[in-house]
């Protein structure tokens, strides 16, 4: 019997820090009352700029389901370009949720069915103090805001731990800045 699970996939570029977004939500969640927490890092011959992906499921009880996702709830695309080379939809539940990096406008797109939350994490994260391509923070404060799953002040506090030696308050502002700038669309 499948429990009440939230499946997101994570698309992102070799580098980009797809993987460590997924992680900081994990423990966000984790820490919000979702006690079925499960990561899936999907490693492999990945190289800087390759496409990668990985999964995360949360649940508010323990998820003994462990298999890879097929059907997620939603995607989180770090990098729009990677619209050009991956089907970032496939399996995508009807009426599924994409949030997306990109500096275009939100009529750009037409994802059917889909609901599309976009932001242009690549420059709120270098209005945040952050090097050219750091993207995974920014888009962490953009899925706070498409999915209200986890509470914005969470994940920033998820960030700053995570990367303590690494510009803790810039990469927390670029979420911030990511949070407060994200555009939410229908279907």
Partial sequence: MRQDIIEIRWHGRGGQGAITAAK?????????GYNGVVMAPTFGT??????VYTSLKIAREKIYDLSPIATPDMVVVLDHTL???VDVTHGLKEGGQIIL???KSIDSYDFGAHRLSVADVTAYALEAGLAPG??????IGAFAKATGLVSRE?????????????KPEENARAAALTYDRTVIGGA
């Fill in 101 to 103: 990096n990109t500096p």
């Fill in 83 to 85: 619209l050009e080379e």
């Fill in 46 to 51: 990945e190289r800087r700029g390759a496409p």
């Fill in 24 to 32: 900081i939500v994990a423990n966000a969640a984790f820490k919000s």
């Fill in 134 to 139: 750091i993207v995974n923070t920014g888009v």
């Fill in 154 to 166: 969470l994940l920033r506090e998820a960030i700053r731990h995570e990367f303590s030696a690494m």
